[in-house]
């Protein structure tokens, strides 16, 4: 048990933890009904989620005829509203997350999330998928004021307020390895996130396919 060599275990929340891309398809459709425009596919929106809602909407927005005069303030207050009141009618954890947790709860690793997520969002995603008490800390976009990933310091912050020691990040964009690595801790991609590149070109230290590669894999670090 003691001789797993990491401490703690953190994850990045939508497209690792979980797959929020049909209630955040939804919210994104609700506001674009606002502005007279078509729904998109969650083919479509999936590319445009993990960068802040403010980007969704913008790239929403730009798919069905551009930004409107007068910019889209209201609507992204829209969004906000309607992600927050339906946030988990769709969203699920990944395959295989639940019982990863359950192997490094058994070794005495802590689990944590660091995500770009308004902290409020991410703390009632998790209660609503019965997931926030598994987690030693939840830390959000805004939790750190003016910091969030690429910069290290949510991270750190994940680390410290997790209890400290050796830590490995878990994630799927380009903002969770630069993080990761900058804050020195193992960055591990995972392939069935919402990828903005292809996952080899991320630049993390290792890649897994399903959940039940993660825990073997750090086992072996």
Known sequence: ???????????????TVVDTAGDITAALNHALALA?????AEAQ???????????????????TGGIPDG???????????????????????????????????ALGVRTAVMTNK?????????????????MAAIVGGD????????????????????GGGRAAFVGDSIYDVMAA???????????FGFLHQPVEDLGADHIIGHFDELVPLLARL
């Open 118 to 134: 308004l902290e409020h969002l991410a703390r009632r995603l998790l209660e609503a998928l019965g997931l926030a008490d598994r």
């Open 36 to 40: 007279g425009r078509e729904p998109l």
């Open 143 to 162: 939790t750190l004021p003016g910091l969030a990933k690429p910069s290290p310091e949510p991270i750190r912050a994940m680390i410290e307020r997790s």
């Open 71 to 105: 910019g889209a303030r209201h609507l992204y207050d829209e969004l906000l509203a309607y992600y927050e009141a339906h946030i988990a009618v769709h969203s699920r954890p990944f395959p295989g997350l639940v019982a990863a947790l359950d192997r490094l709860d």
């Open 45 to 63: 929106v999936r590319p445009m989620i993990g960068l802040g809602t403010a980007h969704l909407l913008e790239q929403g927005l730009v798919a």
């Open 181 to 191: 690595r900058a804050a020195g801790a193992t960055s591990v991609a995972v392939s």
């Open 1 to 15: 048990m003691h001789d797993f060599p990491f401490r703690i275990v953190g994850f990045d929340l939508d497209g």
